[in-house]
């Protein structure tokens, strides 16, 4: 290292990769500078300026180790449509056997039939990997192409592919769709992450996590823009059975500011934030312990969780960035807007039909505008909370009405739910007919099936509206659950 007045810098002989979004390029070692005049030392420093990568770069650097699993995430991106089936090495991505054309997903029947192609061309480099691995000298075209992929054309390398194979379906189409959607929520969500001081490149992670569909489901039950799953969710937002703020955008992105934020504090890394984020902050904490630096846990990490997904992470993440950073530029790509919106706290617990009529608006535009809401609280059955911050259409009417709302809008207390004790004898028939509520109401609202137990003393919820009278003597029959006495063990 070298020091004088003006600069500090550190010439290295062994240059790590950095990527601006579109180019990787090596660090410049910078040259000595002795004391000048003002201007000499304005111009050297712009000179210099120009040559040290962006924040970006050096944010997120593209390791050695992974630049072949980011250019295979480029290509997932803008180069196969979901209409594509990828068969490739899952440890070395740079084996691609073959790319399968598939049957659009809308077609009937089309689940099966890719299936069907997909399980055929997998055996089809199955045998050939099998064959290459007893030892057999490559014969046909595509024996020798296979056997050319490998870079270690032994034996054991063919054996351990043969059971690494992984289908990986394109995401042209989709990415592009994303980043038209990713119009609508972008200025905000860099805008949040500006204010807690950021890099501006992470607002393109849910590129990554929901393709910037904001009421996006995984089969693990993570929702949203930002795909929090409810136990790490509740640690920065509300969700329960009336809320769930991870389908609200703007406080999801707060929400993922704070964790990313927390992520980095104790990583010390973007590359390992970001790859916690999906791994989780505890594991890479210990991984980080273990083995030090991103690269050395990219290349030996290994867990029950560890697995393909957030071992590739931070490369998708790199390639989203340089994929969307390049559709972007496209002139001719129209992306959605923000809406306007206006906010509004309500002051007592409120009635959504009650809302919808005085403010005149849809379910539809009231729902769009307020997705965290769930099922009881827009059905009805529930109020919305008091103090809950509402998001209504910024109109010259919504403008007006929200400055004067009624207080026959507002109640004190939430509506609550009503409950009956079984009773020995009782049946769900019975209660049903005895509250004016179906069977079905019932046993759904209490999470029962058709041949479930209920006993006395139990409380069952009871559906909607409902009255206490007694229902005249009905002569249909219907299937009963009886109440049975509770036995002790």
Not at 85 to 95: A, F, N
Not at 183 to 192: E, L, N, V
Not at 334 to 351: H, T, W
Not at 444 to 459: D, V, W
């Amino acid at each position: 290292m070298i020091k004088n007045k003006f600069f500090m810098y550190t010439c290295t002989s062994t240059p790590v990769i950095y990527s601006t979004g579109t180019t990787p390029y090596p660090i410049p070692c910078m040259v000595p500078v002795q004391r000048t005049s003002l201007i000499s030392v304005v111009f050297l420093a712009a000179l210099l300026l120009s040559a040290v990568p962006s924040t970006a770069a050096t944010n997120f650097p593209v390791y050695p180790e992974i630049q072949s699993n980011v250019g295979f995430w480029e290509k997932v991106y803008s180069t196969y449509s979901t209409q594509q089936g990828i068969l490739h090495d899952k440890e070395d991505l740079d084996i691609i056997y073959t790319v399968v054309n598939l049957v659009d997903w809308h077609t009937p029947g089309a689940a099966r039939i890719n299936k069907k192609l997909i399980g055929l061309a997998r055996k089809r480099y199955k045998t050939i990997l099998t064959t290459l691995a007893s030892g057999t000298p490559p014969r046909s075209q595509e024996e020798k192409r296979i056997a050319a992929l490998f870079k270690k054309n032994t034996h054991p390398s063919f054996h351990r592919a043969r059971d690494n194979i992984r289908l990986q379906i394109g995401q042209k189409d989709r990415f592009l769709q994303g980043v038209i959607r990713s119009g609508a929520y972008m200025p905000a969500i860099k805008r949040i992450f500006k204010a807690k001081g950021l890099p501006l490149e992470l607002a393109y992670l849910p590129h990554v996590e929901s393709s910037f569909n904001p009421k996006a489901y995984s089969k693990v039950a993570a929702a949203g823009l930002w795909q929090f799953t409810r136990s790490t969710g509740r640690q920065y937002l509300t969700i329960n059975r009336l809320i769930d703020e991870r389908l609200d955008v703007e406080k999801a992105t707060r929400a993922a500011a704070l964790f990313l934020k927390e992520n980095y504090r104790q990583l010390g890394s973007w590359p390992l934030a970001l790859t916690a984020y999906n791994y989780g902050r505890a594991g890479m904490v210990r991984a980080q312990q273990q083995l030090g630096s991103y690269q050395n846990i990219f290349r030996s990490h290994n867990s029950k969780l560890f697995k393909f997904a957030s071992r590739n992470f931070y490369s998708e993440f790199v390639a989203a960035l340089r994929v969307a950073h390049k559709l972007e530029k496209n002139p001719t790509l129209i992306k959605d807007r923000p809406q306007a919106s206006v906010k509004v706290k309500l002051k007592g617990y409120a009635e959504t039909l009650a809302l919808q009529k005085y403010l005149q608006l849809s379910s539809q535009d009231f729902t769009r505008f307020n997705p965290a809401l769930r099922p009881p609280v827009l059905k009805g059955k529930k109020y919305i909370p008091k103090g809950y911050t509402l998001r209504l259409p910024a109109t010259k009417s919504i403008r007006q009405k929200i400055q004067k709302m009624p207080a026959r809008l507002f109640h004190s207390r939430q509506r609550q739910n009503r409950f009956h004790t079984v009773r020995k004898g009782d049946t769900v028939s019975s209660i049903a007919r005895r509250y004016h509520v179906s069977q079905k109401a019932l046993l759904r609202a209490n999470h029962l099936k058709k041949r479930s137990t209920i006993h006395p003393g139990q409380r069952l919820k009871l559906p909607g509206k409902y009255t206490s009278k007694v229902a005249p003597h009905s002569k249909a029959t219907v299937p009963t659950i009886r109440a049975t006495a509770k036995h002790k063990p």
